[in-house]
């Protein structure tokens, strides 16, 4: 579904990813984890056309990439932002956050589209007409996964869905997201500096170092502590001390 | 002797819908010894921390049976006196170093800042203390940070001058509130070890305040659970795992573990916690 290859991104000429691979099977949930720094954010920018400056090339569903990215890209693939206060917006009521990708996109029936939806991330349908100041953190991160999910994409990109969320309501959110992914047989790209939540969410994981891919291995390597890579490793022992 | 005595401390707030007890009776004794108050948002521990520090101000009330700091009764101490306990007896490391250090003053002019309005030490002791309580905090090269500003640190360099600042008076009693939450995992056992390090050697109380379970639990000698301004349940930090209230066990199972192969987490059924209580 989505296909990485040698791929390196740079910002104003610096380059911050370095010839990187991999690929992402249709349904299939793979996480890129590493500190802040490693790029693992960066790759996800360049995927969904937000960084410019790459070589390499990126294929989405066969597809590939240009430098701008279409109305059929963004109706097949969308992102989940870390931050559900920064990512919504504040005079805008979800009914109108949830609305607008129909509206723009010319998509008929938006008023039981949206109340199916709702229904479908676990909001009661009392929250349609509510501004974001008025919802709990985890219930903004419910609205933002609601929007990306609108135009039925095939594809999320998950940048630390769950990192702004106390720990209770980031169970409630990883089962949404499993749930969602088993309903809709979405494709997952997670970006998280969190390994449990990569052993509860995703199938394979790639270990970011410095913009470099140190290892791609199977989650079960990671449960059983049995990353080959050096660093895969003592990422997995701070995770287990810090 | 116990460093600190609370008996029935209540924060309270006034609201367009009356008055919001934020934090309901709660008491501790805290000898010099590391404690460790877990809570989720607005469980109210950081409330609890910010009222022990005297930083609650008005319209906010605190109220307490006792509130006693070696001794002293906090209650209605004035903000002067309040002025005279902060940083030299008593002090606070908070969250973001990105948000509590000031941008436009160098490092080492504000770690000696505490040391100059408590002191008066003469300039060179004062640069020498400094260079000291940076080596202390285990940065290499004190003499180029001491002349950095905030923005050209890393977070991880950031916080441990924030310890640095926290620590030059050796004070009695620290109170970290979220001391790692803004920080990279990498570098976020190496702030705990500095900050451990520093409350043995100096013999000093912590209150380490986090939403972190497991984190409170391997740094802390004595836990207390906060559940919408009470305490649930008070246990030693090796138990933590055998905890009884409901809130807790809900919040330790909510957690994935590394060696995850659960395919639902358990949610809290807040309703019933809320009657339980």
């Known amino acids: 579904m989505i296909g ?132 709990s953190g985890g219930q903004r991160q419910r609205v ?36 969602l992914r088993a309903e809709r047989g979405l494709t997952y790209l997670l970006v998280t500096h969190d390994l449990p939540i990569v052993s509860f969410l995703c199938d394979r994981l790639g270990v970011l170092r410095l913009g470099r891919l140190e290892e791609i291995s199977e989650v079960a390597e990671l449960r059983t502590g049995q990353l080959y890579s050096a660093y895969g490793r003592e990422l997995v022992a701070r995770s287990a001390g810090g | 002797m116990s460093l600190l005595r609370v008996e029935n401390l209540r924060v309270r707030f006034p609201t367009d819908q009356g008055e919001v007890e934020v934090v309901k009776g709660l008491s501790i004794d805290l000898g010099r010894e590391r404690l460790g108050i877990v809570g989720e948002s607005g469980s109210g521990k950081s409330m609890t921390g910010r009222a022990l520090m005297g930083l609650i101000g008005p319209p906010g ?131 705990l070890e500095i900050l451990d390090d520093l409350v043995r050697r100096r013999g000093m109380g912590l209150i380490l305040i986090s939403h972190d379970l497991d984190m409170v639990a391997r740094w802390c000698d004595r836990i207390l659970v906060m559940y919408a301004g009470k305490v649930v349940e008070e246990c030693a930090a090796g138990d933590l795992h055998a905890a009884t209230h409901p809130y807790t066990r809900g919040l330790l199972a909510s957690v994935p573990q590394l060696n995850e192969t659960r395919t639902r987490l358990p949610v809290l059924d807040r309703d019933a916690i809320g009657a339980g209580t």
């Open chain 1, 4 to 135: 990485i290859e040698d791929l390196t991104v740079s910002f104003n000429g610096t380059p911050v990813v370095h010839g990187v691979s991999f690929q992402v099977g249709r349904g299939e949930s793979f996480a890129l984890v590493g500190e802040s720094g490693s790029g693992k954010s960066t790759i996800l920018k360049a995927i969904a056309g937000q960084a410019h400056e790459w070589t390499g090339s990126i294929r989405v569903g066969g597809d590939a990439m240009g430098r701008r990215r279409d109305a059929a890209f963004v109706r097949r693939v969308q992102m989940v932002f870390q931050d559900p206060y920064g990512s919504l917006h504040p005079r805008r009521t979800v009914d109108d956050t949830l609305s607008e990708p129909l509206a723009v996109h010319r998509i008929a029936g938006r008023d039981g589209k949206v109340l199916a939806m709702l229904d479908a991330v676990g909001l009661s349908r009392r929250f349609r007409f509510r501004l974001p100041h008025q919802l």
């Open chain 1, 144 to 179: 933002a996964i609601a929007r990306a999910l609108m135009l039925e994409p095939g594809v999320l990109l998950l940048d630390e869905p769950t990192s702004a969320l106390d720990v209770s309501v980031q169970a409630e959110i990883l089962n949404l997201l499993a749930d």
């Open chain 2, 61 to 191: 009330r605190v109220t307490a049976d006792r509130l006693e700091f070696d001794g002293i009764d906090l209650r209605g101490l004035s903000e002067s006196g309040f002025r005279k306990l902060r940083g030299a007896r008593m002090s606070m490391v908070m969250q973001d170093p990105k948000f509590s250090l000031n941008p436009v003053i160098r490092i080492g002019e504000q770690i000696g800042e505490a040391l100059q309005f408590h002191q008066r030490l003469p300039a060179r002791a004062r640069r020498r203390a400094v260079m000291e309580v940076l080596e202390a905090v285990r940065i290499n090269d004190p003499e180029r940070v001491y002349r950095l500003y905030p923005h050209e640190v890393s977070g991880g360099m950031g916080q441990r001058v924030m310890i640095a600042m926290m620590v030059v008076l050796q004070p009695d009693l620290m109170i970290a509130d979220e001391p790692t939450s803004a920080l990279d995992v990498s570098v976020r056992a190496t702030v």
